[in-house]
């Protein structure tokens, strides 16, 4: 089934940056919040990120005006997603929000059409069943910033076609993707080993055995990640970071997947990382500046 017309449910910063990514590959891409602010700051992020292209001489006002022609903002999600031949979810990492939406999408949907979610955490299986049709629904896991990044994560559950598996693969791939296929387990395999790590780095920050960007010049130089943990937790987002930890942590019974105190401290007084200013980093001045511990 060719794909022409795409949802994309959350115009927070993967929402965005995935309708981004439709609109640029030729697709029909509706983008739908249930904020109109939320839905105004998702467009005006997507804008900027072209003008920033456009700036740097990588694409030119001509791909501009195509690509806005095909996204199209909507505060209406039963008509974003009627007769869309896929729909993308991107609202916040709540099972009960997520489930309610693909409650919606399982009744107001094109039977055929293909329903992923973007959960980095949360079971596919609970998600799925939620629609009533579990067959046509697969996590698509992207990565921030979803335009940049290259990998997409394909999470299969037990009722997943193969139908299903092959349509995500081929919109992966004219995404300009790399996808990988991975078992409905709790982190799934890159959040899993993502938090893992970055809750070690965090560890070591605050029993002092170096400085945040020494940490992350260690991974970055010493195993060629191209963000070091820290950094990398602070754009993700230290709440983000900290649900997916203690859900691991219960899912698997083993509170060695707990959050660090200290991460559980910068959550409680606000300091979230990128997103709000500060986190393990400052970002206050548009740039990351190390804070003390």
């Keep these: 089934m060719p794909i022409e017309k795409v ?22 891409t509706r983008l739908f919040d249930a904020f109109p602010e939320g839905l105004e700051a998702g467009m005006s992020r997507i804008d900027a990120f072209w003008d920033k292209g456009i700036a740097r001489g990588k694409t030119t ?26 729909v993308i979810e991107a609202v916040p990492e709540v ?28 079971p596919i299986t609970d998600i799925a069943a939620a629609s009533g049709r579990p067959d046509r629904v697969i996590g698509m896991h992207f990565f921030n910033p979803v335009p940049i990044m290259k990998l997409l994560e394909l999470i299969k559950h037990d009722l997943c076609s193969e139908e299903t598996i092959s349509l995500a693969t081929s919109a992966g791939e004219a995404m300009g993707k790399t996808t990988i296929l991975v078992k409905d387990v709790p ?23 170096a400085s945040a960007n ?4 260690a991974m970055k130089l ?21 649900d997916i930890l203690n859900h691991l942590a219960e899912a698997f019974d083993d509170d060695s997947y707990r959050p660090h ?30 804070r003390t511990f």
């Design 222 to 242: 010493g195993y060629n990640h191209p963000m070091g943990p820290l950094e990398l937790s602070d754009l993700v987002g230290l709440d983000v970071r900290r």
């Design 187 to 209: 982190g799934f395999a890159t959040s899993r080993l993502g938090v893992a790590l970055g809750n070690e780095a965090i560890r070591m920050l605050a029993e002092g055995v």
């Design 214 to 217: 020494d940490i992350d010049t």
């Design 261 to 290: 105190e200290l991460l559980e401290k910068l959550v409680a007084e606000g300091d979230l990382g990128k997103k709000s200013g500060k986190g393990i980093y400052d970002w206050s001045s548009g740039e990351k500046s190390e």
């Design 7 to 28: 949802a994309v449910i959350g115009a927070g910063t993967m929402g965005s940056g995935i309708a981004q990514v439709c609109a640029q590959v030729g697709w029909e």
């Design 61 to 86: 006002p001509e791909q501009k005006d195509e690509w806005t022609s095909n996204l199209h903002p909507t505060s209406d999600m039963v008509s974003a997603v009627r007769d869309a031949d896929m």
């Design 95 to 122: 099972l009960q929000i997520k489930a309610r939406v693909f409650h919606v999408l399982g009744e107001e949907t094109k039977e055929d059409c293909l329903l992923a979610t973007n959960t980095s955490s949360l």
